[in-house]
Nanobody, 127 residues
């Protein structure tokens, strides 16, 4: 079992920044990669960023490249998503997820690759 708990969401003005955290507990050694996804009201859950647990390789959706940074702290079993230059289109519930199996970078963008999910944290960006 793996437990994921997100925190750090909130309300921010356009152009502002937030840092999301995802605390990972349980069988953390079995995790190949961690991902962040987001879901806006009435829309599908979409990929934001991913990081491999061991090597720290990172992957981003085109919509967030250059603005968001994913990182992990192995000692703290925590994954972060630093979000800068936020705009109203970034408003969504953000979810942390983990996958135990190897996948090429592009495949880490698939919701179906992940088997454990957090409860989500709301991010609202006002104009």
């Amino acid at each position: 079992q793996v437990q994921l708990v997100e925190s750090g969401g909130g309300l921010v003005q356009a152009g502002g920044s937030l840092r999301l955290s995802c605390a990972v507990s349980g069988r953390t050694f079995s995790r190949y990669a961690m991902g962040w996804f987001r879901q806006a009201p009435g829309k599908e859950r979409v990929f934001v960023a991913a990081i491999t647990w061991s090597a720290g390789s990172t992957y981003y959706a085109d919509s967030v490249k250059g603005r968001f940074t994913i990182s992990r702290d192995k000692a703290k079993n925590t994954v972060y998503l630093q979000m800068n230059s936020l705009n109203p289109e970034d408003t969504a519930v953000y979810y942390c997820a983990s996958t135990p199996t190897y996948a090429r970078g592009s495949l880490l963008a698939l919701v179906s690759r992940y088997d454990y999910w957090g409860q989500g944290t709301q991010v609202t960006v006002s104009p």
